[in-house]
Protein backbone atom coordinates (compact mmCIF):
# COMPACT_ATOMS: atom_id res chain seq x y z
CA UNK A 1 0.00 0.00 0.00
CA UNK A 2 2.72 2.36 0.61
CA UNK A 3 4.18 1.92 -2.12
CA UNK A 4 1.10 2.72 -3.83
CA UNK A 5 0.85 6.19 -2.04
CA UNK A 6 4.48 6.86 -3.01
CA UNK A 7 3.67 6.59 -6.88
CA UNK A 8 0.46 8.73 -6.35
CA UNK A 9 2.45 11.32 -4.86
CA UNK A 10 4.36 11.78 -8.26
CA UNK A 11 1.35 12.95 -10.12
CA UNK A 12 -0.68 16.11 -10.07
CA UNK A 13 -3.34 14.53 -11.19
CA UNK A 14 -4.15 12.60 -8.24
CA UNK A 15 -2.67 15.05 -5.67
CA UNK A 16 -5.40 15.96 -2.63
CA UNK A 17 -5.28 19.82 -3.08
CA UNK A 18 -6.14 22.08 0.13
CA UNK A 19 -9.04 24.19 0.25
CA UNK A 20 -7.32 27.42 0.28
CA UNK A 21 -4.04 26.62 -1.73
CA UNK A 22 -4.30 26.34 -5.67
CA UNK A 23 -0.56 24.77 -8.21
CA UNK A 24 1.89 27.43 -8.49
CA UNK A 25 4.66 25.05 -10.49
CA UNK A 26 5.12 22.72 -12.63
CA UNK A 27 7.20 20.63 -13.63
CA UNK A 28 5.87 17.44 -15.57
CA UNK A 29 8.25 14.79 -17.28
CA UNK A 30 10.24 15.23 -20.40
CA UNK A 31 10.78 11.65 -21.90
CA UNK A 32 7.05 10.65 -20.83
CA UNK A 33 8.57 10.49 -18.04
CA UNK A 34 8.21 11.87 -13.66
CA UNK A 35 5.92 14.32 -13.13
CA UNK A 36 5.84 16.58 -9.53
CA UNK A 37 4.55 18.95 -8.25
CA UNK A 38 6.81 21.58 -6.72
CA UNK A 39 5.50 23.86 -4.74
CA UNK A 40 1.96 26.17 -3.89
CA UNK A 41 0.94 29.43 -2.74
CA UNK A 42 -2.01 30.24 -0.86
CA UNK A 43 -4.72 32.64 -1.26
CA UNK A 44 -4.00 33.18 -4.91
CA UNK A 45 -7.39 34.15 -7.15
CA UNK A 46 -6.34 33.69 -10.90
CA UNK A 47 -3.02 32.07 -12.33
CA UNK A 48 -1.48 33.75 -15.13
CA UNK A 49 0.75 32.41 -16.84
CA UNK A 50 4.52 32.91 -16.57
CA UNK A 51 6.77 34.27 -19.26
CA UNK A 52 8.04 31.39 -19.33
CA UNK A 53 5.57 28.70 -19.18
CA UNK A 54 5.47 26.10 -21.82
CA UNK A 55 2.45 24.18 -21.78
CA UNK A 56 1.57 21.55 -24.24
CA UNK A 57 5.20 20.19 -24.22
CA UNK A 58 4.88 17.29 -21.55
CA UNK A 59 6.23 19.59 -19.11
CA UNK A 60 5.84 23.22 -18.07
CA UNK A 61 7.20 25.72 -15.76
CA UNK A 62 4.92 28.52 -14.75
CA UNK A 63 4.88 30.85 -11.12
CA UNK A 64 3.19 33.37 -9.81
CA UNK A 65 3.74 36.25 -7.59
CA UNK A 66 2.33 37.11 -4.78
CA UNK A 67 -1.00 38.94 -5.00
CA UNK A 68 1.12 42.63 -3.72
CA UNK A 69 4.52 42.69 -4.64
CA UNK A 70 6.76 45.62 -3.03
CA UNK A 71 8.99 46.99 -5.19
CA UNK A 72 12.97 45.97 -4.03
CA UNK A 73 14.70 49.13 -2.70
CA UNK A 74 18.07 49.82 -3.34
CA UNK A 75 20.75 51.88 -1.18
CA UNK A 76 20.98 55.16 -1.83
CA UNK A 77 24.94 54.80 -2.91
CA UNK A 78 23.68 52.03 -5.34
CA UNK A 79 21.02 54.03 -7.02
CA UNK A 80 21.92 54.44 -10.74
CA UNK A 81 24.53 51.91 -10.88
CA UNK A 82 24.29 49.53 -13.50
CA UNK A 83 23.57 46.18 -12.68
CA UNK A 84 26.63 43.47 -12.15
CA UNK A 85 25.99 41.25 -15.01
CA UNK A 86 28.06 38.34 -16.01
CA UNK A 87 28.92 37.93 -19.99
CA UNK A 88 30.16 34.73 -21.36
CA UNK A 89 32.72 35.54 -23.69
CA UNK A 90 31.42 33.45 -26.86
CA UNK A 91 34.92 32.95 -28.11
CA UNK A 92 36.40 31.57 -25.13
CA UNK A 93 36.18 28.16 -23.42
CA UNK A 94 35.77 29.30 -19.83
CA UNK A 95 32.45 28.61 -18.68
CA UNK A 96 30.87 31.59 -17.11
CA UNK A 97 31.10 31.41 -13.44
CA UNK A 98 28.70 32.09 -10.61
CA UNK A 99 28.72 33.13 -7.27
CA UNK A 100 28.28 30.03 -5.33
CA UNK A 101 25.14 30.64 -3.77
CA UNK A 102 23.40 31.81 -6.93
CA UNK A 103 24.52 28.13 -8.60
CA UNK A 104 21.10 26.43 -9.56
CA UNK A 105 18.54 29.10 -7.94
CA UNK A 106 14.93 29.01 -9.28
CA UNK A 107 14.61 31.84 -11.90
CA UNK A 108 12.62 34.81 -10.98
CA UNK A 109 8.90 34.64 -11.26
CA UNK A 110 8.71 36.17 -14.81
CA UNK A 111 11.61 35.35 -17.10
CA UNK A 112 12.00 37.64 -19.66
CA UNK A 113 10.84 37.13 -23.27
CA UNK A 114 14.46 36.59 -24.22
CA UNK A 115 16.94 34.24 -27.01
CA UNK A 116 20.61 34.47 -26.36
CA UNK A 117 22.61 34.58 -29.62
CA UNK A 118 26.22 35.08 -29.63
CA UNK A 119 25.74 36.75 -26.05
CA UNK A 120 23.37 38.97 -27.32
CA UNK A 121 19.70 38.76 -26.02
CA UNK A 122 16.62 39.01 -29.08
CA UNK A 123 13.08 39.28 -28.76
CA UNK A 124 12.03 36.61 -31.01
CA UNK A 125 8.23 36.44 -29.59
CA UNK A 126 6.73 37.90 -32.68
CA UNK A 127 8.75 35.70 -35.17
CA UNK A 128 7.24 32.38 -33.35
CA UNK A 129 4.42 32.24 -36.12
CA UNK A 130 6.56 33.11 -38.96
CA UNK A 131 9.71 30.73 -38.56
CA UNK A 132 10.25 28.21 -41.44
CA UNK A 133 10.71 25.43 -39.28
CA UNK A 134 7.31 25.94 -37.55
CA UNK A 135 6.58 27.40 -34.29
CA UNK A 136 7.89 24.36 -31.74
CA UNK A 137 11.49 24.87 -32.04
CA UNK A 138 11.59 28.87 -31.59
CA UNK A 139 9.17 28.56 -29.01
CA UNK A 140 10.85 25.95 -27.00
CA UNK A 141 14.32 27.63 -27.01
CA UNK A 142 13.08 31.09 -25.42
CA UNK A 143 15.34 31.45 -22.02
CA UNK A 144 18.62 29.66 -23.59
CA UNK A 145 21.19 30.25 -25.63
CA UNK A 146 20.59 29.68 -29.21
CA UNK A 147 23.72 29.50 -30.59
CA UNK A 148 24.39 25.90 -31.13
CA UNK A 149 21.57 25.67 -33.06
CA UNK A 150 21.34 28.47 -35.20
CA UNK A 151 24.50 27.59 -36.84
CA UNK A 152 23.86 23.29 -36.73
CA UNK A 153 20.35 23.34 -38.22
CA UNK A 154 20.43 25.80 -40.86
CA UNK A 155 22.16 24.87 -44.23
CA UNK A 156 22.84 28.98 -44.81
CA UNK A 157 22.78 30.22 -41.07
CA UNK A 158 24.51 33.46 -42.15
CA UNK A 159 20.80 34.05 -43.56
CA UNK A 160 19.18 33.20 -40.41
CA UNK A 161 21.63 35.73 -38.29
CA UNK A 162 20.38 38.28 -40.88
CA UNK A 163 17.06 37.66 -39.60
CA UNK A 164 18.20 37.85 -36.07
CA UNK A 165 19.30 41.45 -36.43
CA UNK A 166 15.92 42.58 -36.82
CA UNK A 167 15.17 41.46 -33.04
CA UNK A 168 17.89 42.73 -31.06
CA UNK A 169 17.38 44.06 -27.79
CA UNK A 170 20.45 45.70 -27.93
CA UNK A 171 22.13 44.52 -24.75
CA UNK A 172 24.11 42.08 -23.55
CA UNK A 173 22.61 38.68 -22.15
CA UNK A 174 22.97 38.18 -18.30
CA UNK A 175 22.26 34.73 -16.19
CA UNK A 176 19.19 35.84 -14.98
CA UNK A 177 17.53 35.52 -18.94
CA UNK A 178 18.61 31.80 -18.55
CA UNK A 179 16.14 29.26 -17.38
CA UNK A 180 18.61 27.57 -14.88
CA UNK A 181 17.40 24.23 -15.77
CA UNK A 182 16.13 24.61 -19.16
CA UNK A 183 12.71 25.16 -18.66
CA UNK A 184 12.69 21.46 -17.89
CA UNK A 185 12.15 18.87 -15.01
CA UNK A 186 15.27 19.38 -12.53
CA UNK A 187 15.86 15.34 -12.32
CA UNK A 188 16.72 15.08 -16.47
CA UNK A 189 20.51 17.19 -15.66
CA UNK A 190 22.86 16.18 -12.99
CA UNK A 191 22.67 17.85 -9.70
CA UNK A 192 23.58 21.49 -9.45
CA UNK A 193 23.40 22.01 -13.38
CA UNK A 194 22.52 25.65 -14.30
CA UNK A 195 22.10 26.86 -18.14
CA UNK A 196 23.89 29.71 -17.79
CA UNK A 197 27.21 28.09 -16.89
CA UNK A 198 26.89 24.91 -17.51
CA UNK A 199 25.39 25.33 -21.98
CA UNK A 200 28.85 24.47 -24.01
CA UNK A 201 29.57 27.48 -26.28
CA UNK A 202 31.66 26.60 -28.97
CA UNK A 203 33.25 28.81 -31.33
CA UNK A 204 31.37 29.72 -34.80
CA UNK A 205 33.24 32.03 -35.64
CA UNK A 206 35.74 30.13 -37.90
CA UNK A 207 34.82 29.98 -41.52
CA UNK A 208 37.33 26.77 -41.97
CA UNK A 209 35.53 25.10 -39.35
CA UNK A 210 34.43 21.51 -40.78
CA UNK A 211 30.59 22.11 -40.70
CA UNK A 212 31.52 25.05 -43.01
CA UNK A 213 33.30 22.67 -45.45
CA UNK A 214 30.73 20.38 -45.46
CA UNK A 215 28.05 22.49 -46.21
CA UNK A 216 29.91 24.28 -48.76
CA UNK A 217 30.12 21.00 -50.74
CA UNK A 218 26.91 20.15 -49.80
CA UNK A 219 25.30 23.05 -50.93
CA UNK A 220 26.05 22.67 -54.33
CA UNK A 221 23.31 22.17 -56.94
CA UNK A 222 23.96 18.97 -58.19
CA UNK A 223 24.46 17.77 -54.32
CA UNK A 224 21.42 19.31 -53.55
CA UNK A 225 19.06 17.78 -56.16
CA UNK A 226 20.70 14.16 -55.58
CA UNK A 227 19.88 15.15 -51.39
CA UNK A 228 16.08 16.10 -52.36
CA UNK A 229 15.94 12.54 -54.56
CA UNK A 230 16.75 10.56 -51.74
CA UNK A 231 14.45 12.32 -49.16
CA UNK A 232 11.52 11.72 -51.85
CA UNK A 233 12.64 7.68 -51.74
CA UNK A 234 13.17 7.80 -47.69
CA UNK A 235 9.32 9.13 -47.78
CA UNK A 236 8.67 6.63 -50.49
CA UNK A 237 10.16 3.14 -48.46
CA UNK A 238 8.36 4.80 -45.06
CA UNK A 239 5.12 4.36 -46.71
CA UNK A 240 5.33 0.71 -47.98
CA UNK A 241 6.91 -0.13 -44.41
CA UNK A 242 3.78 1.38 -43.28
CA UNK A 243 1.42 -1.12 -45.84
CA UNK A 244 3.40 -3.76 -45.12
CA UNK A 245 2.73 -3.05 -41.08
CA UNK A 246 -0.66 -2.82 -41.36
CA UNK A 247 -0.69 -6.46 -43.60
CA UNK A 248 1.32 -8.22 -41.44
CA UNK A 249 -1.08 -8.03 -38.44
CA UNK A 250 -4.37 -8.55 -40.54
CA UNK A 251 -2.92 -11.60 -41.90
CA UNK A 252 -1.62 -12.55 -38.31
CA UNK A 253 -5.56 -11.69 -37.17
CA UNK A 254 -7.42 -13.23 -39.94
CA UNK A 255 -5.74 -15.76 -41.54
CA UNK A 256 -3.40 -17.01 -39.00
CA UNK A 257 -1.84 -19.88 -41.19
CA UNK A 258 -0.28 -17.37 -43.41
CA UNK A 259 1.67 -16.01 -40.67
CA UNK A 260 2.84 -17.96 -37.84
CA UNK A 261 4.13 -16.64 -35.00
CA UNK A 262 7.64 -17.29 -35.53
CA UNK A 263 7.23 -14.84 -38.09
CA UNK A 264 5.11 -12.44 -36.95
CA UNK A 265 6.92 -11.25 -33.57
CA UNK A 266 10.82 -10.81 -35.34
CA UNK A 267 8.55 -9.23 -38.54
CA UNK A 268 6.49 -7.17 -36.09
CA UNK A 269 9.56 -5.69 -33.89
CA UNK A 270 11.72 -4.92 -37.47
CA UNK A 271 8.86 -2.94 -38.77
CA UNK A 272 7.93 -1.46 -35.91
CA UNK A 273 11.52 -0.09 -35.13
CA UNK A 274 12.01 0.72 -38.77
CA UNK A 275 9.19 3.48 -38.26
CA UNK A 276 10.14 4.54 -35.70
CA UNK A 277 13.61 5.38 -37.82
CA UNK A 278 11.41 7.51 -40.18
CA UNK A 279 9.96 9.14 -36.94
CA UNK A 280 13.21 9.98 -36.11
CA UNK A 281 13.74 12.03 -38.94
CA UNK A 282 10.25 13.51 -39.10
CA UNK A 283 11.22 15.10 -35.69
CA UNK A 284 14.43 16.82 -36.98
CA UNK A 285 12.22 18.09 -40.01
CA UNK A 286 10.40 21.61 -39.54
CA UNK A 287 7.35 20.95 -37.72
CA UNK A 288 4.60 22.33 -39.84
CA UNK A 289 1.53 21.17 -41.76
CA UNK A 290 1.04 17.44 -41.52
CA UNK A 291 4.61 16.88 -39.97
CA UNK A 292 3.25 17.99 -36.81
CA UNK A 293 0.81 14.56 -36.97
CA UNK A 294 2.88 12.32 -38.49
CA UNK A 295 5.97 12.80 -36.79
CA UNK A 296 4.50 10.53 -33.76
CA UNK A 297 4.98 7.28 -35.63
CA UNK A 298 8.66 7.80 -33.64
CA UNK A 299 6.25 6.35 -30.83
CA UNK A 300 5.36 3.13 -32.80
CA UNK A 301 8.30 1.02 -30.77
CA UNK A 302 6.77 1.62 -27.54
CA UNK A 303 9.71 3.83 -25.80
CA UNK A 304 9.49 7.34 -26.85
CA UNK A 305 7.12 9.76 -26.55
CA UNK A 306 7.48 12.89 -29.70
CA UNK A 307 5.22 14.77 -28.28
CA UNK A 308 7.85 15.65 -25.34
CA UNK A 309 10.90 14.19 -26.56
CA UNK A 310 11.60 16.31 -29.38
CA UNK A 311 12.85 19.08 -27.25
CA UNK A 312 15.40 16.34 -24.94
CA UNK A 313 16.36 14.97 -28.14
CA UNK A 314 16.73 17.64 -31.16
CA UNK A 315 17.48 20.62 -29.24
CA UNK A 316 19.53 19.28 -26.35
CA UNK A 317 20.86 15.72 -27.05
CA UNK A 318 22.26 16.93 -31.04
CA UNK A 319 23.70 20.52 -29.91
CA UNK A 320 25.46 19.34 -27.07
CA UNK A 321 26.38 15.56 -27.22
CA UNK A 322 28.20 14.48 -24.13
CA UNK A 323 27.92 17.53 -22.40
CA UNK A 324 25.83 18.15 -19.33
CA UNK A 325 22.64 19.44 -21.29
CA UNK A 326 22.88 16.09 -23.09
CA UNK A 327 20.08 14.78 -21.05
CA UNK A 328 20.17 11.08 -22.92
CA UNK A 329 23.10 10.93 -20.78
CA UNK A 330 21.29 10.90 -17.72
CA UNK A 331 17.88 9.52 -18.52
CA UNK A 332 18.22 6.03 -18.78
CA UNK A 333 19.15 4.91 -15.53
CA UNK A 334 16.11 3.86 -13.98
CA UNK A 335 16.09 0.40 -14.43
CA UNK A 336 19.46 0.76 -12.26
CA UNK A 337 17.79 0.84 -9.35
CA UNK A 338 15.92 -2.49 -9.70
CA UNK A 339 17.52 -5.67 -8.16
CA UNK A 340 19.24 -7.00 -11.41
CA UNK A 341 17.02 -9.78 -11.90
CA UNK A 342 13.91 -8.34 -11.48
CA UNK A 343 14.58 -5.25 -14.24
CA UNK A 344 13.50 -7.33 -17.29
CA UNK A 345 10.26 -8.88 -16.04
CA UNK A 346 9.59 -5.27 -13.89
CA UNK A 347 10.49 -3.03 -16.62
CA UNK A 348 8.00 -4.92 -19.14
CA UNK A 349 5.30 -4.57 -16.82
CA UNK A 350 6.16 -0.79 -16.63
CA UNK A 351 5.91 0.03 -19.94
CA UNK A 352 3.13 -2.66 -20.54
CA UNK A 353 1.57 0.22 -18.09
CA UNK A 354 2.32 2.97 -20.29
CA UNK A 355 0.86 1.54 -23.35
CA UNK A 356 -2.61 0.93 -21.26
CA UNK A 357 -2.99 3.80 -19.31
CA UNK A 358 0.15 5.35 -18.41
CA UNK A 359 0.62 7.93 -21.10
CA UNK A 360 -3.06 8.74 -21.37
CA UNK A 361 -2.87 10.20 -17.76
CA UNK A 362 0.35 12.21 -19.15
CA UNK A 363 -1.64 13.68 -22.25
CA UNK A 364 -4.66 14.62 -20.07
CA UNK A 365 -2.19 15.99 -17.84
CA UNK A 366 -0.86 17.77 -21.12
CA UNK A 367 -3.82 19.20 -22.20
CA UNK A 368 -5.33 20.41 -18.90
CA UNK A 369 -2.18 22.29 -18.55
CA UNK A 370 -2.63 24.06 -22.24
CA UNK A 371 -6.41 24.41 -20.88
CA UNK A 372 -5.61 26.60 -18.00
CA UNK A 373 -2.59 28.76 -19.26
CA UNK A 374 -3.35 28.93 -23.21
CA UNK A 375 -0.32 27.51 -25.52
CA UNK A 376 0.68 31.00 -27.64
CA UNK A 377 3.99 30.93 -25.38
CA UNK A 378 4.83 27.27 -27.69
CA UNK A 379 2.70 27.40 -30.82
CA UNK A 380 1.55 30.65 -31.39
CA UNK A 381 -2.67 29.32 -30.90
CA UNK A 382 -4.56 26.57 -30.45
CA UNK A 383 -4.97 26.21 -34.32
CA UNK A 384 -1.42 25.94 -34.82
CA UNK A 385 -0.39 23.56 -31.59
CA UNK A 386 -3.79 21.33 -32.36
CA UNK A 387 -2.66 18.49 -34.89
CA UNK A 388 0.56 18.09 -32.44
CA UNK A 389 -2.52 16.75 -29.59
CA UNK A 390 -4.22 14.61 -32.55
CA UNK A 391 -0.75 12.94 -33.37
CA UNK A 392 0.19 12.26 -30.02
CA UNK A 393 -3.33 11.02 -29.35
CA UNK A 394 -4.06 9.17 -32.28
CA UNK A 395 -0.57 7.31 -31.92
CA UNK A 396 -1.35 6.32 -28.33
CA UNK A 397 -5.59 4.91 -29.68
CA UNK A 398 -3.78 2.97 -32.17
CA UNK A 399 -1.22 1.49 -29.92
CA UNK A 400 -4.27 0.27 -27.38
CA UNK A 401 -6.32 -0.09 -29.93
CA UNK A 402 -4.08 -3.23 -31.47
CA UNK A 403 -3.42 -4.56 -27.93
CA UNK A 404 -7.38 -4.93 -28.34
CA UNK A 405 -7.93 -6.16 -31.48
CA UNK A 406 -5.19 -8.89 -30.79
CA UNK A 407 -7.36 -9.81 -27.28
CA UNK A 408 -10.44 -10.26 -28.91
CA UNK A 409 -8.89 -12.59 -31.36
CA UNK A 410 -7.40 -15.32 -28.78
CA UNK A 411 -3.78 -13.78 -29.93
CA UNK A 412 -2.62 -12.33 -26.88
CA UNK A 413 0.29 -14.22 -26.66
CA UNK A 414 1.61 -12.97 -29.90
CA UNK A 415 0.73 -9.11 -28.73
CA UNK A 416 2.82 -9.63 -25.96
CA UNK A 417 5.51 -11.34 -27.67
CA UNK A 418 6.60 -9.13 -30.21
CA UNK A 419 5.85 -6.25 -28.02
CA UNK A 420 8.71 -7.98 -25.46
CA UNK A 421 11.11 -7.89 -28.29
CA UNK A 422 10.19 -4.64 -29.54
CA UNK A 423 10.38 -3.18 -25.93
CA UNK A 424 13.63 -4.37 -25.14
CA UNK A 425 15.82 -3.78 -28.50
CA UNK A 426 14.57 -0.64 -29.16
CA UNK A 427 15.73 0.39 -25.70
CA UNK A 428 19.32 -0.42 -25.82
CA UNK A 429 19.02 1.39 -29.17
CA UNK A 430 19.10 4.48 -27.35
CA UNK A 431 22.18 4.08 -25.77
CA UNK A 432 23.75 2.15 -28.28
CA UNK A 433 25.49 4.98 -30.50
CA UNK A 434 27.20 6.90 -27.93
CA UNK A 435 29.60 6.01 -25.03
CA UNK A 436 27.95 7.70 -22.35
CA UNK A 437 30.42 6.88 -20.20
CA UNK A 438 33.34 8.77 -21.54
CA UNK A 439 34.35 12.48 -20.26
CA UNK A 440 32.70 15.57 -21.17
CA UNK A 441 32.85 17.12 -24.18
CA UNK A 442 35.76 19.97 -25.18
CA UNK A 443 33.79 22.85 -26.06
CA UNK A 444 37.35 23.95 -27.51
CA UNK A 445 37.33 21.59 -29.65
CA UNK A 446 35.82 22.05 -33.60
CA UNK A 447 32.02 21.22 -33.15
CA UNK A 448 31.56 18.74 -36.04
CA UNK A 449 34.94 17.22 -34.96
CA UNK A 450 33.42 16.47 -31.25
CA UNK A 451 30.13 15.30 -33.08
CA UNK A 452 31.92 12.80 -34.93
CA UNK A 453 34.54 11.40 -32.43
CA UNK A 454 31.34 10.63 -29.69
CA UNK A 455 29.20 8.73 -31.95
CA UNK A 456 28.82 5.88 -33.51
CA UNK A 457 27.46 4.32 -36.91
CA UNK A 458 25.07 1.23 -36.52
CA UNK A 459 25.24 -2.11 -38.17
CA UNK A 460 22.48 -4.56 -38.57
CA UNK A 461 22.51 -6.92 -41.73
CA UNK A 462 26.00 -4.47 -43.18
CA UNK A 463 23.48 -2.73 -45.81
CA UNK A 464 23.62 0.70 -45.04
CA UNK A 465 19.68 1.16 -46.81
CA UNK A 466 18.48 -1.55 -44.79
CA UNK A 467 20.48 -0.68 -41.55
CA UNK A 468 19.27 3.16 -42.00
CA UNK A 469 15.62 1.81 -41.23
CA UNK A 470 16.20 -1.36 -38.81
CA UNK A 471 18.61 0.52 -36.36
CA UNK A 472 15.85 3.32 -35.97
CA UNK A 473 17.68 6.15 -38.08
CA UNK A 474 21.44 5.33 -36.41
CA UNK A 475 23.37 3.46 -38.69
CA UNK A 476 24.66 7.07 -40.78
CA UNK A 477 24.60 8.23 -36.97
CA UNK A 478 27.64 10.46 -37.35
CA UNK A 479 26.40 12.38 -40.51
CA UNK A 480 23.27 12.73 -38.65
CA UNK A 481 24.97 14.23 -35.75
CA UNK A 482 27.18 16.60 -38.23
CA UNK A 483 23.78 17.38 -40.03
CA UNK A 484 21.05 16.82 -37.63
CA UNK A 485 19.22 19.06 -40.27
CA UNK A 486 18.72 17.09 -43.49
CA UNK A 487 15.51 15.32 -43.47
CA UNK A 488 16.25 11.47 -44.07
CA UNK A 489 18.63 8.66 -43.25
CA UNK A 490 19.37 8.11 -47.12
CA UNK A 491 20.35 11.43 -47.34
CA UNK A 492 22.78 11.37 -44.76
CA UNK A 493 24.27 7.91 -46.13
CA UNK A 494 25.30 9.99 -49.35
CA UNK A 495 26.68 12.61 -47.63
CA UNK A 496 28.80 10.21 -46.22
CA UNK A 497 31.67 10.46 -48.45
CA UNK A 498 32.20 14.12 -47.78
CA UNK A 499 31.56 14.36 -44.26
CA UNK A 500 34.82 11.48 -43.97
CA UNK A 501 37.39 13.21 -46.63
CA UNK A 502 36.45 16.97 -44.88
CA UNK A 503 37.09 15.24 -41.25
CA UNK A 504 39.91 13.45 -42.59
CA UNK A 505 41.52 17.05 -43.59
CA UNK A 506 41.11 17.71 -39.88
CA UNK A 507 42.97 14.17 -38.60
CA UNK A 508 39.62 12.62 -37.50
CA UNK A 509 39.97 8.87 -37.44
CA UNK A 510 36.71 7.25 -39.56
CA UNK A 511 36.41 4.24 -37.35
CA UNK A 512 34.36 1.14 -38.57
CA UNK A 513 30.44 0.88 -37.57
CA UNK A 514 29.87 -0.70 -34.64
CA UNK A 515 27.46 -3.90 -35.34
CA UNK A 516 24.56 -3.57 -32.52
CA UNK A 517 24.46 -7.56 -32.01
CA UNK A 518 27.83 -8.09 -31.47
CA UNK A 519 29.71 -4.97 -30.34
CA UNK A 520 26.82 -3.11 -28.98
CA UNK A 521 24.37 -5.06 -27.13
CA UNK A 522 26.91 -7.51 -25.10
CA UNK A 523 28.33 -4.67 -23.44
CA UNK A 524 25.24 -2.89 -22.78
CA UNK A 525 23.74 -5.75 -21.00
CA UNK A 526 26.33 -6.30 -18.53
CA UNK A 527 26.30 -2.75 -17.37
CA UNK A 528 22.36 -2.28 -17.27
CA UNK A 529 21.13 -5.61 -17.03
CA UNK A 530 23.66 -7.81 -15.12
CA UNK A 531 25.14 -5.25 -12.76
CA UNK A 532 24.02 -5.01 -9.11
CA UNK A 533 21.60 -2.05 -8.14
CA UNK A 534 22.56 1.10 -6.90
CA UNK A 535 21.19 0.33 -2.91
CA UNK A 536 22.96 -2.65 -3.28
CA UNK A 537 25.95 -1.02 -4.05
CA UNK A 538 25.67 1.81 -1.56
CA UNK A 539 24.92 -0.96 1.55
CA UNK A 540 27.08 -3.89 -0.19
CA UNK A 541 24.18 -5.76 -0.23
CA UNK A 542 24.54 -9.72 -1.39
CA UNK A 543 22.98 -10.97 -4.30
CA UNK A 544 19.66 -12.77 -2.22
CA UNK A 545 19.39 -9.52 0.27
CA UNK A 546 19.36 -7.60 -3.26
CA UNK A 547 16.59 -9.05 -4.16
CA UNK A 548 14.67 -9.54 -1.38
CA UNK A 549 15.53 -6.86 1.22
CA UNK A 550 12.01 -4.97 1.61
CA UNK A 551 13.38 -1.67 0.35
CA UNK A 552 14.20 -3.33 -2.80
CA UNK A 553 10.53 -5.15 -3.06
CA UNK A 554 9.56 -1.92 -2.46
CA UNK A 555 11.43 -0.27 -4.82
CA UNK A 556 10.34 -2.57 -7.56
CA UNK A 557 6.48 -2.48 -6.77
CA UNK A 558 6.81 1.42 -7.25
CA UNK A 559 8.46 0.83 -9.99
CA UNK A 560 5.55 -1.71 -11.65
CA UNK A 561 3.02 1.25 -10.16
CA UNK A 562 4.69 4.34 -12.08
CA UNK A 563 4.13 2.74 -15.02
CA UNK A 564 0.62 3.06 -14.96
CA UNK A 565 0.16 6.56 -13.78
CA UNK A 566 2.46 7.65 -16.53
CA UNK A 567 5.58 8.05 -14.38
CA UNK A 568 8.58 7.01 -16.98
CA UNK A 569 12.03 5.59 -16.76
CA UNK A 570 13.06 6.94 -20.46
Given amino acids: MNAIVQAFKHIQIFRHREKNQKLSEFVLAHDASIAEDITGVKNQEKPQLAADAMPGLGY ?11 KPQLPAGEIGKDPPTIMPNVNSQEKPQL ?27 DFIKRHPGGEFFIGRMKNRDITTLVNIF ?33 FLFREGFDGWRDTPKFNFQNKEQLLNRIKTRLNEPEMKKKIEQM ?36 LMAALRISLTGAGHYLIHRAQVRLNKVFAHIFDISYVPMAFVVTDGHTLMHHPFTQSQVDIKRNVFTAMLELPRFYRIPVHTV ?23 FGVKDMYGSWQRGFPHYVGTFGMRVILVGELILFWMHGDLGAWLAQFVLTLW ?101 KHYL ?8 ENNFGLLKEHFHPQQLMTSAKYVIQGFLGIGSI
Fill in 60 to 70: AYAKEPPAMMP
Fill in 99 to 125: PAGEIGKEPPPNLPNIWIYDGEVYDLS
Fill in 154 to 186: HPNPEKSKRVLKKYALGREARPEDVHPKYNAPP
Fill in 231 to 266: DFIFNVVTIILLIVYILVQVLRLNFMQYMPIYLFVP
Fill in 350 to 372: HKLGHVLTGMFVRLIEICTLGVK
Fill in 425 to 525: ISTFMIVASHDFEEEEVDPSEDWAVSQIRNSYDLTMIGNKYIDCFLSAGLSPHRVHHVLPYQKSGFANIISEDIVREEAEKFNVVWSKPKNFFFDRLPILV
Fill in 530 to 537: LGPSRTAK
